[in-house]
């Protein structure tokens, strides 16, 4: 993976191909930006830079040394991925970033550990890494990747180097999806337009049959919960969960309900936004899931611009709560009984 190889992100590649260019690498960067954005594969690609043996002139790497090959297939000793264990990174994890950084690199110049989801971050973990930010030793190179910096503590925050990610363009996320992938015209554009400018959540639909089958279903249980009683939130939330669940029984990585849970949210978090779209722009509005383009302007006049914000909020705060180890069953519940329209 090279810097040039990352879509939409033109700013943060620049500022760290100066940054190699100029000897100013920080020790510590905090990659902030939506989930699906790009924040992983630039780090990866950044690792590739510091440590690449045959650079190019711009400071990128070359993508066929040994130092790239090796952090292409995940096997190079001077780079570390800590991922959470579970819903959260904990502090034994951090403790074991430490140890290896009191070792200098084997082969390349830096010593680099990329912390996923930083956000999962325990206040026992943040404090444990609060001395290794202020006094990292000359060959370290930590990556945090945040979707949300300001659940970090504020001294962490003051002691890394900030990068900002955004959101591609419409065009953009279709050229990227057109170059990798054959599909058909049709699908295309509907990944692109629920992609909501998220190049790993296009490439992750384009290849996942479950991304698109999560999609179809969250959308269908929608439509048919809100044509139904409310009493019908308990057998909606308990389908959700039940098809999120991991097959494996006493399967140890419960981020993987989490994740699809939070998917399917998103999915519903964008249909109630194209039903504000419709209502406030009419005809005019431009809507993300236009396969869905009958149902929402079926069930638009069912609602008030009011409720449609407040039922915005609700799933972006049921969200969080998930991704807060909130009981998955209730909290979809809840979330349910709030985004009943105003007519029945």
Not at 37 to 55: E, I, R, W
Not at 108 to 125: H, M, V
Request: glycine residues 6%; neutral net charge.
């Amino acid at each position: 993976m090279r810097l040039e190889n990352i879509v939409a992100q033109d700013i943060a590649v620049r500022a760290l191909k100066t940054s190699i260019l100029r000897g100013q690498v920080a020790h510590a960067h905090l990659f902030c930006g939506p989930t699906g954005c790009g924040k992983a594969s630039t780090a990866l690609a950044f690792a590739s830079a510091l440590n690449c043996t045959d650079p190019g002139p711009d400071g990128d790497a070359c993508g066929i040394c040994m130092s790239c090959i090796r952090i292409d297939s995940g096997t190079d000793p001077d780079v570390g991925v800590i991922s959470p264990d579970g819903n959260q990174t904990k502090m034994e994890q951090m403790q074991d970033m430490i140890r290896d950084l009191n070792y200098a690199p084997l082969s390349g110049k830096y010593r680099i550990f990329i912390i996923e989801q930083a956000d999962t971050l325990n206040a026992a973990s943040e404090n444990s890494i609060l001395k290794i930010l202020e006094e990292p030793p000359p060959y370290a190179a930590l990556i945090l990747l945040s979707a949300n910096p300001n659940s970090l503590l504020a001294t962490i925050r003051s002691r890394c180097r900030m990068v900002r990610f955004r959101r591609a363009r419409t065009d953009e996320v279709g050229d990227a999806l057109c170059a990798k992938f054959t599909l058909p015209k049709e699908e295309a554009a509907a990944i692109t337009a629920c992609s909501t400018g998220l190049i790993g959540k296009a490439f992750t639909m384009a290849t996942g049959a479950d991304a698109l089958e999560d999609r179809r279903l969250a959308l269908a249980w929608l439509n048919d919960f809100l044509n139904s009683p409310s009493v019908a939130a308990v057998r909606t939330a308990g389908d959700m969960v039940e098809k999120c669940t991991p097959k494996k029984k006493n399967d140890p990585d419960e981020r993987t309900r989490v994740r699809r849970l939070t998917d399917m949210l998103e999915n519903m978090l964008s249909w109630y936004a194209d039903l504000l779209s419709l209502l406030v722009r009419g005809d005019g509005a431009v809507v993300a899931n236009v396969d869905q383009i009958d149902a929402l302007r079926t069930h638009a006049p069912r609602f008030s611009t009011a409720r449609l914000s407040d039922c915005v909020k609700t799933i972006m705060n049921t969200r969080r709560y998930l991704e807060g180890n909130a009981t998955p069953q209730l909290a979809l519940e809840c979330m349910l009984l709030s985004l009943r329209p105003d007519q029945g």
